[in-house]
Structure formats: structure tokens, C-alpha cells
């Protein structure tokens, strides 16, 4: 996606060869248009397979997640890292490392909200070693829901996460995949 790749390059600031900050557009402060854009994408490539709900786990997942479903028409179910007081019913609970946070972390979703006959399309910002889209997978499959495909926004190819997820079959569309961050310079993969 040529905006993303634009913006990327306009305002990415490489933290080291493993992280590019991305907060003025994604992670802190938040680009409506491009969003809506990303959104729209993601409808346009997924939007044939008909997803009844769209998953993320928050935060930054939340306004992309938002923007793609809004334009599919379907829900938004957001995995919360913490449990809310009013979270009481059944709950599917997958625990998962951080490569960014150094931490292992709770992410859940009621199960009221992932059902059985759902097709769920799973959307994040990133993806790098994969673990936050694997653990979401795992709650997808113990719901009995089906998964339709995984739509990230900046997939860091130099990290194992998102092949690892295409070799078990599973459709993976990235809109922006960077092949390297050596030398504080962002380079794409294609
Ligand atoms: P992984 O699942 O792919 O192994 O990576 P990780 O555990 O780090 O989970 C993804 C989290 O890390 C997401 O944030 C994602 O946005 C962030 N992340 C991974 N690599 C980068 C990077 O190079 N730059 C930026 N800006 N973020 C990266 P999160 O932990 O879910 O927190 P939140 O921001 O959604 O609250
Ligand atoms: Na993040
Ligand atoms: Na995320």
C-alpha cells in the first residue's frame, strides 16, 4: 500500500535494527485518513470471504481493527489485556510473550462475543515475532470460530511472524513489509 509505504518513510523513526516507532501516525497519536485508508484495504482484500467479526487485541490494533470493520459492516471485538470488573462471564484466556515489552502477558475475549459460526478476520498494527497474532489464533480456534485470514499493517519481515503464520496455511496480507532496519534506514520488501 503506497500511502503507508509514504507515510512510513515521512515520519518512521528507527529505534534500533529490530524496532521502527511509528507513534505519529499509529501507536500514540493516530492518522484518521490513513486509518480509514488501511481500512478500506483491508475490506477490498478480505471483504469476498464475508467475516462476520473483526479481532484485535488493544490498543494500537483498536483503530485499524475499527476503520475494517466499519467498512465490512461487522463488529469490532477488541482482546483486552486486562479483565474488567464487568467481564465475569466465560472467558477464552491465552497467555503471550512480548518481543517489545520483554513480558509475558494475559490477552482475552469473552466467549459471548467469538461464537461458533463466526468468520473472523484478525487484524493488528504490527507484526514481528508473531506471538500476539498466534495467541489470538488460539482463542479463535478454541471458540470454534473460523479464521478467514490476518490483515497487519506493518509486517517486519526480518522476523519470523508472519511466515511462520503463512506456513500453517493461513492467509496473511501485510500492507507495508519491511525487509530491513540496518543502518537507521527503513527498507521495504518489495
Ligand atoms: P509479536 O507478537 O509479533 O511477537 O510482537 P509483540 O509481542 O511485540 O506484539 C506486538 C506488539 O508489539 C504490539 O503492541 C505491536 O504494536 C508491537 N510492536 C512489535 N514490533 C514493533 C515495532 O517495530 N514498532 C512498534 N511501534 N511496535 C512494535 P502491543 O504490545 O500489543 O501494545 P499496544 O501498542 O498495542 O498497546
Ligand atoms: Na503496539
Ligand atoms: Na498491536
Redesign the pocket.
Known amino acids: 500500500m503506497e500511502l503507508l509505504k509514504k507515510r512510513i518513510l515521512e515520519v518512521g523513526a528507527v529505534v534500533s535494527d529490530q524496532i521502527l516507532k511509528l507513534d505519529a501516525i499509529l ?1 500514540h497519536q493516530v492518522d484518521p485518513q490513513l486509518i480509514k485508508a488501511i481500512g478500506q484495504e483491508f475490506a477490498r482484500l478480505f471483504g469476498e470471504s464475508k467475516p462476520t467479526k473483526v479481532l484485535t487485541v488493544e490498543s ?1 490494533g483498536i483503530p485499524i481493527a475499527y476503520a475494517t470493520a466499519y467498512e465490512l459492516g461487522v463488529p469490532l471485538v477488541f482482546a483486552r489485556r486486562k479483565k474488567p470488573v464487568t467481564m465475569v462471564d466465560d472467558l477464552y484466556v491465552e497467555r503471550v510473550p512480548s518481543f ?1 515489552k520483554g513480558i509475558v502477558t494475559d490477552i482475552m475475549v469473552a466467549s459471548e462475543f467469538l461464537k461458533a459460526d463466526d468468520r473472523v478476520l484478525l487484524v493488528d ?2 507484526i514481528a515475532n508473531g506471538d500476539a497474532a498466534r495467541g489470538l489464533i488460539r482463542i479463535i480456534e478454541r471458540s470454534g470460530a473460523e479464521l478467514l485470514g490476518v490483515g497487519i499493517a506493518v509486517e517486519k519481515a526480518f522476523q519470523a511472524g508472519g511466515s511462520s503464520i503463512r506456513e500453517r496455511g493461513i492467509r496473511v496480507e501485510s500492507l507495508a513489509r519491511i525487509a530491513s532496519l540496518e543502518g537507521g534506514r527503513i527498507t521495504f520488501a518489495d
Open positions: 501507536n494500537s517489545t498494527d504490527f
